[in-house]
């Protein structure tokens, strides 16, 4: 479609290396309690109080995170599920000799029970799936200005986009927040309502936000 089409920049600055903008995740289905109860041990939030667990010194960056049970419909009651993810997927494991994407569910639980030092019993009853995501995080890829769409290409009169790809000034992708703002942008322009987009709050012009990312960047 962009061929030709200059409103409708250039998608090739997205796709185009798949080795930095892919992660791995997993999703895990269990049939025996233990490994929640031991994470809610080892760090003190029931499953679904607590935020994301990184364990900040794995080769794969590996994240995991446990919601509130039942998280799905018709969930049985002696079945848990957590998701994980890996943003190195590419780099060799601390616990298992080979790189996440080469390594079966098995050897992700593996990795994962050795950085919080659990005996591997508390994942026996563990189906681990992984799923390669080669474009995951493609809306981060070095890019030239011009290179994202406007919500609205000049001249369109029924054709917008709603996406993290297309530009919106002082916005950040990778949040629910950009998709929405695209999306009021888009429909706000096409059927000419006139409405206020909600601003976006400038955290980069706070002086706490600038000195926490400061002293961040040296630890």
């Given at each position: 479609?962009?061929?030709?089409?200059?409103?409708?920049?250039?998608?090739?600055?997205?796709?185009?290396?798949?080795?930095?903008?892919?992660?791995?995740?997993?999703?895990?289905?269990?049939?025996?309690?233990?490994?929640?109860d031991?994470?809610?041990?080892?760090?003190?939030?029931?499953?679904?109080?607590?935020?994301?667990?990184?364990?900040k010194?794995?080769?794969?960056?590996?994240?995991?995170?446990?919601?509130?049970?039942?998280?799905?419909?018709?969930?049985?009651?002696?079945v848990?599920?957590?998701?994980?993810?890996?943003?190195?997927?590419?780099?060799?494991?601390?616990?298992?000799?080979?790189?996440?994407?080469?390594?079966?569910?098995?050897?992700?639980?593996?990795?994962?029970?050795?950085?919080?030092?659990?005996?591997?019993?508390?994942?026996?009853?563990?189906?681990?799936?992984?799923?390669?995501?080669?474009?995951?995080?493609?809306?981060?890829?070095?890019?030239?200005?011009?290179?994202?769409?406007?919500?609205?290409?000049?001249?369109?009169?029924?054709?917008?986009?709603?996406?993290?790809?297309?530009?919106?000034?002082?916005?950040?992708?990778?949040?629910?927040?950009?998709?929405?703002?695209?999306?009021?942008?888009?429909?706000?322009?096409?059927?000419?309502?006139?409405?206020?987009?909600?601003?976006?709050?400038?955290?980069?012009?706070?002086?706490?936000?600038?000195?926490?990312?400061?002293?961040?960047?040296?630890?």
């Amino acid at each position: 479609m962009a061929t030709n089409r200059p409103g409708f920049s250039n998608p090739g600055a997205f796709n185009s290396c798949i080795a930095q903008s892919c992660w791995e995740s997993f999703t895990v289905t269990l049939q025996n309690p233990e490994f929640f109860d031991a994470m809610a041990q080892f760090s003190g939030n029931e499953a679904g109080t607590g935020g994301l667990v990184t364990f900040k010194d794995s080769n794969w960056l590996m994240s995991i995170v446990l919601a509130h049970q039942p998280h799905f419909i018709d969930q049985p009651a002696d079945v848990q599920v957590f998701w994980g993810y890996g943003l190195l997927p590419d780099r060799v494991g601390n616990f298992v000799p080979k790189p996440m994407e080469q390594c079966n569910g098995a050897e992700i639980l593996q990795e994962l029970c050795g950085h919080l030092r659990f005996d591997l019993s508390t994942v026996e009853t563990g189906n681990c799936i992984p799923c390669r995501m080669p474009y995951i995080t493609s809306m981060f890829m070095p890019r030239m200005p011009g290179d994202r769409p406007l919500p609205v290409p000049a001249g369109s009169q029924n054709l917008a986009f709603v996406s993290q790809f297309v530009e919106l000034a002082d916005d950040v992708v990778f949040t629910v927040e950009y998709s929405v703002r695209a999306a009021q942008t888009a429909v706000y322009e096409l059927l000419h309502i006139d409405r206020k987009i909600p601003p976006v709050t400038r955290h980069d012009r706070s002086i706490k936000a600038e000195f926490e990312a400061l002293v961040k960047a040296f630890e």
